[in-house]
């Protein structure tokens, strides 16, 4: 595929996939409207009844949002995609607070349908509302209540299937602008679908998953408390992916068991049989690398992201700015310039505490004969004999070593939130386009 063509690609799959998801959204409320419709009672009950249906729709969209389809990843970046899931989840939330609580301002008498003798659909829809409040609680305080992520990841997806199929029952109980049979159905498949791509995700993902496997080819230690893992496919290809991208990773258990990680690809994309991972340690699963060993079963799903060069292309150069283990996707990167042959200037910012802590030092410096690259290494806490850059990555510092068309350059930033944030204000105050600035978060939720 050219390299025009793969642009194309890109914004068609954007705008496809933006046009799908608002028709999915839109559809079910649309279909409340057709054929025979009750001639309403108040603005503020048929308002209340309209914001249940909408939060339930828009509900039902977090399964496609968080379903990992690589088509719709790849033209939003999964960051965006979960931050996007995240404020629809939390209008979601609120249109559907505003159901019960609009309805109980209209009739209070309808507190009766709260109590454990109400009919059971009025319960099921307050057990789905109740269901929906504890998703919403445990995501926000999950790390205050000292939930650990996988644990709260599984018990997300079983609280918002829970409280799909009991608001999917609750309205089907209560009829009202569904009496039609062919309604009812639809209501069903909608429902179902969701259910299906859940499934999908968790049960044939999972197996397709376990078809392609890998084995522990390497595994190093790195400075700064972090490993380097290599994988190699057994019985097949390896993954065709783009540099920069990242995959979910399986070590110890099997894909089914909903305990994969995400990690960036930190080897080159030229090389697909295969495949490193720059790993920090961090908490249990990253802790546990040190007990890797050689020939162990891994498994991987993806790939996934936007964080990609090869999604701009006809840039006359790349700039780099890595923080820590940020580092992991920017190395994936330089090493496929240097498989490619590709002559274009390239410029990376790596800052961290001191030398010992320069994850991949060694590899960058190697990659210097293979690639025109500018290695500016900033410490925080230099030594005395130091001769490059220290504190802080800063605007004068960028200043110091971008060439004078630094405008036209592509960014990809990668590190700590804190850094990556002040990195991007120093790029937009020195007039450079968010259009060509592209940031990789590691943190999911
Ligand atoms: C797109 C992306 C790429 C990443 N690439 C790298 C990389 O190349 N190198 C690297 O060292 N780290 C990378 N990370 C971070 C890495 O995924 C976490 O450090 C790791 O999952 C922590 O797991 P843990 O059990 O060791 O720590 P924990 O203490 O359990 O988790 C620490 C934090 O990591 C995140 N996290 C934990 N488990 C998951 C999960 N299953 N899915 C999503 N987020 C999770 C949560 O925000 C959590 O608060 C990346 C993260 C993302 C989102």
Same mark, same amino acid.
């Given at each position: ?5 793969? #642009? ?5 799959h954007g705008t496809l996939w933006a046009s ?15 054929g025979s419709v009750p001639p309403g009672t ?14 339930? #729709? ?7 949002? $968080? ?18 899931? %995240? ?6 939330? &609120? ?12 009739? +209070? ?9 109400? =009919? ?34 599984? !018990? ?8 799909? &199929?009991?608001? *999917?029952?609750?309205? *089907? ?7 039609? =049979? ?13 259910? *299906? !791509? ?12 376990? %078809?392609? +496997? ?13 490993? $380097? /893992?290599?994988?190699? =496919? ?5 993954l065709r992916f783009l540099p920069g991208q990242? *995959? ?44 890797? $060993? ?8 993806? =790939? ?5 060069? @090869? ?33 274009? +200037? &390239? ?31 900033? /410490?925080? @806490?230099?030594?005395? @004999? ?17 060439? @004078? ?27 450079? #386009? ?12």
């Open positions: 595929m050219s390299q025009a063509e793969r #642009s194309f690609n890109f914004a068609f799908a998801y608002l028709a999915l959204i839109l559809a079910p409320l649309a279909v409340l409207l057709v108040t603005f503020a009950w048929d308002f209340a009844v309209a914001l249940g249906f909408s939060a339930l #729709s828009l509900m039902g969209s977090m399964f496609l949002l $968080t379903a990992r389809f690589q088509w719709t990843t790849r033209a939003f970046g999964i960051d965006i995609i979960y931050f996007f899931h %995240r404020w629809v989840a939390l209008i979601a939330f &609120v249109l559907l607070l505003g159901h019960p609580v609009i309805l109980l301002g209209v009739e +209070p008498l309808l507190i009766e349908y709260l109590k454990p003798n109400a =009919p059971w659909h009025m319960l099921a829809g307050a057990a789905a509302l109740l269901a929906v409040i504890l998703q919403v609680a445990t995501s926000i305080w999950r790390k205050y209540i000292g939930l650990e992520y996988d644990t709260w990841r599984r !018990l997300h997806a079983l609280l918002a299937m829970t409280a799909i &199929v009991l608001a *999917v029952a609750h309205i *089907v109980g209560v009829n009202y602008y569904i009496e039609a =049979p062919w309604k009812h159905e639809l209501w069903f498949a909608f429902a179902a679908s969701w259910i *299906v !791509l859940m499934l999908y995700l968790r049960l044939v993902r999972p197996w397709r998953i376990s %078809r392609r +496997p890998y084995r522990v080819a390497d595994i190093k230690a790195e400075r700064g408390d972090a490993w $380097t /893992l290599t994988l190699e =496919p057994v019985g097949h290809a390896g990242f *995959v979910w990773l399986c070590l110890w258990h099997s894909a089914l068991a909903m305990r994969e990680h995400p990690f960036s690809i930190s080897s080159s994309a030229e090389q697909p049989q295969r495949l490193s991972f720059t790993i920090k340690k961090l908490g249990d699963f990253t802790a546990r690398l040190s007990q890797v $060993t050689v020939g162990q079963a891994a498994c991987l799903d993806g =790939p996934f992201g936007a964080f990609s060069i @090869d999604r701009y292309p006809g840039a006359p150069g790349y700039v780099f700015v890595a923080g820590g283990v940020g580092i992991a996707p920017i190395l994936g990167m330089l090493k496929t310039l240097a498989d490619r042959g590709d002559e274009r +200037p &390239v410029w990376l910012f790596y800052a961290y505490k001191n030398l010992d802590y320069l994850t991949a030092y060694d590899q960058l410096q190697a990659l210097q004969s293979r690639v025109k690259l500018n290695l500016v290494v900033i /410490l925080n @806490d230099a030594p005395a @004999d130091w001769t490059g850059e220290r504190g802080l990555l800063s605007e004068g510092i960028l200043r110091r070593h971008l060439p @004078d068309n630094y405008r036209d350059l592509e960014y990809f930033l990668c590190g700590p939130t804190v850094m990556t944030a002040a990195a991007e204000r120093d790029l937009e105050r020195m007039g450079i #386009s968010v259009r060509h600035i592209h940031t990789e978060l590691f943190e999911m939720a």
